[in-house]
């Protein structure tokens, strides 16, 4: 499969504790995304890599969030301190590194905070 | 940042009828346009985009076009099929991210 692979899919974690997300992008592609979305949204942007560097973060980022992709090929999201509000869709995106490019997403992984 | 709008929320069409979803844009910087299509529990798949050099693109039964004096694009499918029943989302991107319209949950009734 040479699709962006994400995992989890499905993530079940009790209020306060910390989860990490992986996201495996299409191999040449060399911007990563990551997004958020809520039932009934369209999908919230939350910061974005070219190679290894993470260029861009949005306000929806909070301290508890963090991401990396050290080597330029898989990342990882970690949320610490789970809330509540924190229960969506995590979306994992790629593209290549040109200007108006196509980007393909994950399959998502579902997080819920009890 | 950019501002997307998307309408209708919701719309129901007959088999074999054409179904139009319309989105509007707010930052004259967006030059691309993607559309996604999103299954339950699935992440969004890219059915087409277009660039804001190109006014209409056509790719089977679906189509876009793009008015940039205007700021608004629109998705057109004909001869719906039930199978392209989904929720389906606009973008627009003014920069290095993409920004989503609210999407249009499309149901095809046999």
């Known amino acids: 499969d040479t699709g962006v692979s994400q995992n989890p899919r499905h993530k079940i974690t009790k209020r306060g504790q910390n989860v990490t997300f992986r996201c495996d992008p299409i191999s040449e592609h060399n911007r990563l995304y990551w997004y958020r979305q809520t039932l009934g949204q369209g999908p919230e942007f939350l910061t974005y890599?070219?190679?290894?560097?993470?260029?861009?973060k949005s306000r929806l980022l909070s301290d508890r969030f963090s991401a990396e992709r050290p080597k330029g090929s898989f990342s990882t999201l970690e949320i610490q301190r789970t809330e509540q509000g924190d229960s969506a869709m995590y979306l994992c995106?790629?593209?290549?590194?040109?200007?108006?490019?196509?980007?393909?997403f994950g399959q998502g992984t579902r997080l819920t905070v009890v | 940042g950019e501002n997307v709008e998307q309408h209708p929320s919701t719309l129901s069409v007959q088999e074999g009828d054409s179904a139009v979803i319309k989105c509007t844009y707010s930052?004259?910087?967006?030059?691309?346009f993607p559309w996604y299509k999103q299954e339950l529990g699935k992440g969004p798949q890219l059915i087409i985009d277009?660039?804001?050099?190109?006014g209409e693109k056509k790719d089977q039964r679906i189509a876009v076009t793009l008015n940039k004096t205007a700021k608004h694009f629109s998705l057109h499918i004909t001869e719906t099929q039930p199978e392209d029943s989904a929720v389906y989302f606009c973008?627009?991107?003014?920069?290095?991210?993409?920004?989503f319209g609210t999407g249009t949950s499309l149901t095809v009734i046999p």
């Open positions: 995106a790629s593209s290549l590194l040109m200007v108006n490019t196509e980007a393909f």
């Open positions: 973008a627009a991107t003014p920069s290095n991210q993409f920004y």
């Open positions: 930052d004259s910087a967006s030059n691309y």
């Open positions: 890599f070219q190679n290894e560097a993470q260029l861009e």
């Open positions: 277009i660039r804001s050099n190109v």
